[in-house]
């Protein structure tokens, strides 16, 4: 075929230095077939060039070329620059071709082109099923350079009837140069720009360090990428392994920023590889991917990560509450993907917490752990069944010891499903539901020992025995408060012992000492409270007793109602129940006796 170049081009020089032949002959020379032995796909059929009326004209019927063939055989930059003689010796003439054909490894684009000559550039004008290819080529300082359109079919089937600017250039001992820009294709929505330095060496192109895909903001349905960077590392053969790192400066999930960080790719084949993400300094996460005909496939394994490293970066771009201080723990996360980017597959992220030590304030809670598996499908983030929360004990002034929670994120976020938890020598729950502030709920109390309850309050000489139940509706936004609250008793006994000073006044007031004498033994049937408490933690308990106490030696009928107010919060800090109490208490009581 290279023979039928040269042939052409001595007939068009003789021609042009001898004037001849004359305008007045009409003359026709073809080729019928032409194949490169090493790429089948590659031919050209039905060449012909044309001398009419004064003028000189080339058409090709088809021309093939493949651009997944290596026609140097891999010998080298001289088997490649025999490759591309087919387009530095064209005749200086113009020509039609009526299929201009290009395998690509994802496809082939086909159809008509032009090629024209206007002085020293060389102009080709493609049309294809993916668009048109407008390229102007030219020499430039012993070398070429280049600008035009090319359809982005070329690059990917997404980007079909989506042109893309292209400019460039390349000198003898240079790098080959190439720019390219454009609109993303849908659903992405951003700005593209590719800019390629590659090589030439003994063991063909290397890609050049200081190449880069640049995308100056990302946004694909609610997420957002900011200052977006794809760059290689380091200088990297185009037919070997190959890694490359893509960093962001920050996002946006719907109306959440999130800071920047990095992904780093590498790949020993071109269908398999490994990566790793880097959030923050020391909180890197590692995994790899696989190519698969129905899409992308991504595997976390096992891996642990510090909690206070990862509270730290959360912290840095979440509003987490500033009073809560993680001292240990660790994280083990693992994940995995199947033929992303499909909609329909979920991403499953597996977390589980170990060894969690931590404080709010005053409350301190050891040890912590946790497991959730949450499923990303569909753009929503949804919990399997059998998360939860456990917690060892939580000093809240009373210790609550052995805490059990079920945690679930729903379409809505994040849902305690339901607490249990061991108090005084009974149980607490609290019924389902958000966590998303303010808190609202209920804590429901069930058979907490009073004796357990007047212990920790280390009022002198008051004792008691029973059990005691309850519903505290609350609201919690930073603090806590209670309203309609009820506390209720299976019968029981509560016992007063007044020290001498008390017990001094109570001879000289027959209504403290008739108080006092019904608290030596006051046997309760019914006991209820009714509990509200203010932001502030200030409290008040209106309680009614219905039982028996002695009066003169004989037990009779007693009937108590008794306010209360205390500041609670303040109670739970002391880790006592109103030091005074014993002074305060007769003051404060109402009742008498049925005879």
Known sequence: MRVFWGA????????????????????????ARARVPDCPNESAEGFSLRWQQGRISGRLQRLSLDLTCSRSGNSGLEGERDALSLLLTLPPIDFEID???????????????????????????????????VLALEPHEQGWRWQGQ??????????????????????????????????????????????????????????????????????????????????PVGSQSLAGPWSLELAWQGGHWARQAFPGASLQLNAESGRVGDLALELAPGLRLAGYWRQRATGWSLVLPRQSLSLAGLWAWLGSWLAMPADLVVEAGEVILSARAEDLPDPARPLTLQLALEGGRMAYRELRAEPV????????????????????????????????????????????GLWLSGLTAQLLGGQLALSPMALAPPLRGQLHLRDIALAELLTRAAVPGLTGDGRLHGRLPFVFDGRGSVSGGQLWGDPGWISYRPGEALQASAESNLSLGLTLGLLTDLQYQELAAEVSMDAAGEAVITSRLRGRAPVMGRMHPVNFNYQHRENLLELLESLRFARDLGERLPARLEGGTDK
């Open 8 to 31: 052409a081009l001595l007939l068009l020089s003789c021609a042009v230095q001898a004037q001849w032949p004359p305008a007045w002959l009409d003359a026709e020379a073809g080729l």
């Open 99 to 133: 299929e201009l054909r290009l395998h690509l490894p994802g496809g082939e684009l086909a159809g008509p082109a032009g090629l024209r000559h206007q002085g020293r550039k060389l102009a080709l004008h493609w049309r294809t099923g993916g668009g048109e290819l």
């Open 150 to 231: 090319l359809p982005g079919g070329l690059f990917t089937p997404a980007m079909n009837h989506q042109p893309l600017a292209v400019s460039g250039g390349w000198q003898p001992g240079r790098p080959l140069v190439v720019a390219l820009s454009s609109t993303l294709p849908r659903p992405l929505v951003g700005e593209v720009r590719l800019d390629i330095r590659l090589a030439e060496t003994t063991g063909g192109w290397r890609l050049l360090p200081d190449s880069r895909l640049t995308i100056p903001r990302l946004g694909w349905r609610d997420l957002t990428l900011d200052n977006l960077v794809l760059s």
């Open 369 to 412: 752990a946790a497991t959730f598996i949450l499923d990303w499908r569909q753009g929503r983030l949804l919990s399997r069944d059998g998360g939860g929360l456990s917690i060892g004990e939580l000093d809240i002034g009373v210790p609550v010891r052995e805490i059990h929670a079920a945690l679930s994120w729903r379409q809505d």
